[in-house]
Every structure is written in C-alpha cells, then in structure tokens.
C-alpha cells in the first residue's frame, strides 16, 4: 500500500502480470532476432530465452456462462436473424445460434464446433464424430448426443437449407 495525500490506497495487480511481462519480453527478444541494423548485424544475435519455460497458472479460472445467459443469447440471435436484410445475414445468424447449442449441448469448444460437417452428426443412433485434427487432444471419438440436441440440430438443419456437407 501506498500514502497518497494522507489516504491508504492498494494496489491491485493481476496474477497474471508477470506472465503477461515475460511473453512480452519473449515477444520483443524473438522480433530483436529478426531485425538487422543498417551496418548489416543483427539487432540481437540469438534469443537468450530460447529454451526457457514459462510458468503457468495450472488451473486458469475461466468465465461460465449462465443457462440464462444461453437462453438470452440464442433469443437475441433469433431475433437478428428475423430482422435480417438478406438470407446471408439471416443464415449467419442462424448459424451463430446452432454453434450457441453445440456448445452448450456438447460442452466442446467453438474451434471444434466450427469444423463440423453435417457428416458428422448422425441421427440413427444420435451421435457427433469429433475429427482428431480439430480436437484439442488431436483425438477422434464419436460422442452420443441426447436426443434433445438432435432434434434441435434437425431443425436447425432444416431452417438452413442445408444440403450435403455445407
């Protein structure tokens, strides 16, 4: 704590401040490597961090979402995609609401749910083939879904048009 004009005041600091610092120093040593001087040299000859590891925090506390939250992002989705002005916006919209679903309903992460194909999703039984090559543990698995999310995603499906693997 600091005295400022006869008052105590704290200092908040991240956690994650000294992290923060040294991927910034990592950062700039790595572009010091790539840059040449105008006699011809290298602004630094070699990273001296080459090698070094980084702490890290073992278990990040990361935003949840509320089911509410959910609930009132679909909504809002919902109503952007009827008050769309062409049937590209509207199916962006309505794409955004599926990947909203997939995500809730899957747990999985949007970089997984991105690469989908309708391929993957099967009906007979319900299930989701996660591709290795868009999982984050470079896995693939056939996944079960419930029942309720398949219909959802039959619907969805319906609602864009979709045909094949688009």
């Known amino acids: 704590m600091s ?11 991240s956690a994650r401040g000294p992290e923060l610092a040294l991927v910034f120093l990592r950062t700039m040593l790595i572009w010091a490597t790539t840059v040449k001087l105008p006699t011809g040299e290298w602004l630094l000859d070699d990273n001296p961090l080459r090698g070094v590891k980084f702490p890290r925090e073992p278990n990040p506390r990361r935003p949840v979402a509320t089911f509410d939250r959910f609930e009132r992002v679909r909504q809002a989705s919902r109503q952007l995609a009827d008050q769309a002005g062409s049937a590209r916006e509207r199916d962006r ?3 955004l609401e599926l990947a909203l679903v997939l995500a809730e309903g899957t747990g999985r992460r ?4 991105r690469r989908l ?4 999703i099967g009906f007979d039984p319900p299930s989701i083939l996660w591709r290795a090559e868009f999982d984050k543990r ?8 419930p029942e309720a999310l398949a219909a959802e995603i039959k619907t969805a499906r319906a609602r864009l048009a979709a045909v094949g693997d688009d």
């Open 3 to 13: 005295r400022h004009r006869g008052r105590q005041q704290r200092h908040s600091h």
């Open 93 to 95: 919209w309505r794409r």
């Open 110 to 113: 949007i970089g997984s749910i």
């Open 117 to 120: 194909r309708w391929s993957d």
């Open 138 to 145: 470079r896995r693939e698995q056939r996944v079960p879904m």
